[in-house]
């Protein structure tokens, strides 16, 4: 298996601008999380969807954030418009059962 | 709410000492509790988990913790550092059966030849 697969790995981007983070769970896996990793507030999840359907957005800071799962093999994670302080990296993560698995990480730089 | 508690943000110790990453939860029932490993530009990687069974817990990479009650403790352990070591860990708890982790601050291991 490949694993949890995230695009783009790297992305900068200027103040204002759309951000699109893109994640593909392993196989198999009902359940994906977005996370948010900066080194003052270290882990954070922004959101849960469970067989696609979101279940806890309680963590997504602002509108400017928006998450979709249209089906399960596909999640995008959308910051419109930017700020200077989203810049973190994002993880996506699945999973099928207790353990969750994670991906790469996007890192994104608002500029 | 639970809160996941890692005491030291950084620890160096020399390569074929013990290493001893400390970890403490608060949880009103005995929670699921995890240790993570994450390499410098990647992911995290589940190392070992504690789900109610034996309260020592063997992983990945000779890695080893011990869960205990009366400490409200899972102290990660092994007993000869080695370079590729090197490396963040987290500790995290979740309920049993939610789906919610919640992460300690994570804790910067530095091995030194």
């Known amino acids: 298996d490949a694993g949890v697969i995230q695009s783009p790995r790297h992305e900068v981007t200027e103040m204002g601008q759309e951000v699109t983070l893109r994640c593909k769970p392993i196989?198999?896996?009902?359940?994906l999380f977005w996370y948010r990793q900066t080194m003052m507030r270290g882990l954070e999840l922004l959101i849960y969807?469970?067989?696609?359907?979101?279940?806890?957005d309680s963590g997504m800071p602002e509108d400017r954030f928006s998450a979709k799962m249209p089906n399960a093999s596909f999640s995008t994670l959308k910051i419109q418009p930017s700020e200077p302080r989203d810049s973190a990296v994002y993880f996506c993560a699945s999973s099928q059962g207790d353990e969750q698995y994670f991906g790469p990480g996007t890192r994104l730089t608002v500029t | 709410a639970q809160s996941v508690t890692q005491l030291g943000s950084h620890v160096s110790v020399s390569e074929g000492a013990l290493v001893l990453l400390r970890c403490n939860y608060s949880?009103?029932?005995?929670?699921?509790l995890f240790w993570y490993v994450q390499y410098p530009n990647q992911g995290l990687q589940l190392l070992l988990k504690y789900t109610s069974a034996a309260t020592l817990v063997k992983g990945i990479n000779g890695f080893e913790a011990e869960f205990k009650k009366s400490e409200t403790s899972f102290h990660l352990t092994k007993p000869s550092a080695h370079m590729s070591d090197a490396a963040e860990y987290f500790c995290a708890s979740s309920g049993a059966g939610s789906y919610q982790l919640t992460f300690g601050k994570g804790t910067k291991l530095s091995v030194i030849p």
């Open positions: 196989s198999g896996h009902n359940s």
């Open positions: 969807f469970n067989n696609n359907v979101p279940i806890d």
């Open positions: 949880s009103s029932v005995p929670p699921y």
